[in-house]
């Protein structure tokens, strides 16, 4: 199967990393340099097309990853009727990519870039009838999550496209504190990383509170600590980013 990427930013790289193993990918984007750049690095890339004069589309799957403001300016230079086109445009409904692109099945999708590794958390809604062949495509890099309404997107655009960036606090915090602690900064980097790495595994079987509640040992250093994150408002504070990243999804 063949995919058709439109975009050569962050989000579309990732998806190029993860599916290229897969897929026979072409990229479509507005700049030489960076076409040229993805060619190179990713050598399983069958093919590009500039954004300079129509592309043809006919028959395609497309997968859209451009910045949604660029919709409208992108949809003119597409020619034919797609097959199917992916879209991760956060804020852009179904509807709106129907009044834009000619496409038989339409499907929204929010990965994250740990598709660079095949490890996106991609949720996904749209046409029913193309659910098992977009669900195909995006376990290529990564695992899927299909949804029951439409809305429920712009959560997970909060939740699993943002909710990247506010791990990564958690984790360079926790490094940081490791540091100034007196553990060198490669240690504390490689443990907070194996950290994640066996939290992932915890709390796809074990649900968060029994976690804590198997650690948290009376008077231990898990309950001092604990107390500190509850102290400075840490849950109400990921509450609210989740709260404020959904909001800015919805336009």
């Known amino acids: 199967m063949e995919l058709m990427v439109i975009g050569t930013g962050k989000m579309a790289e990732a998806i190029i990393s993860g599916a290229s193993d897969s897929y026979e990918i072409t990229i479509v984007g507005r700049d030489f340099e960076k076409i040229t750049a993805l060619m190179k690095k990713y050598p399983n890339i069958s093919g590009s097309c500039l954004l300079d004069s129509p592309v043809e589309i006919e028959g395609k799957d497309l997968i859209l990853a451009v910045k949604p403001y660029a919709l409208e300016s992108v949809s003119l230079f ?7 086109v992916i879209s991760v445009l956060a ?18 999708a929010m990965p994250n870039i740990a598709a ?28 899927v999550f299909w949804l029951d309404k439409e809305s429920d997107i712009d959560v997970t655009t909060a939740v699993a496209g943002s909710g ?10 926790i490094e940081d504190g490791a540091v100034k602690e007196g553990l060198k900064r490669d240690c504390a980097k490689q443990i907070v ?3 994640f790495e ?54």
């Open 78 to 84: 597409l020619s034919g009727n797609a097959n199917s």
């Open 91 to 108: 804020g852009v409904s179904l509807d709106e990519l129907r009044s834009k692109l000619n496409a038989r099945y339409f499907i929204r």
């Open 116 to 143: 660079y590794y095949k490890k996106s958390m991609t949720t996904l809604y749209g046409d029913y009838d193309f659910k098992d062949d977009a669900t195909k495509i995006c376990e290529s890099f990564g695992s």
């Open 164 to 173: 990247i960036a506010f791990l990564a606090m958690v984790s360079e915090a």
């Open 193 to 195: 990383a194996g950290l």
């Open 198 to 251: 066996g939290f992932g595994d915890l709390v796809k079987n074990i649900e968060p509170s029994v976690i804590k509640n198997e650690v948290m040992s009376p008077g231990g250093t898990t309950a001092a600590g604990y107390f500190e994150l509850e102290d400075g408002k840490v849950r109400s504070s990921f509450i609210k980013a989740i709260m404020s990243a959904t909001k800015r999804a919805r336009g």
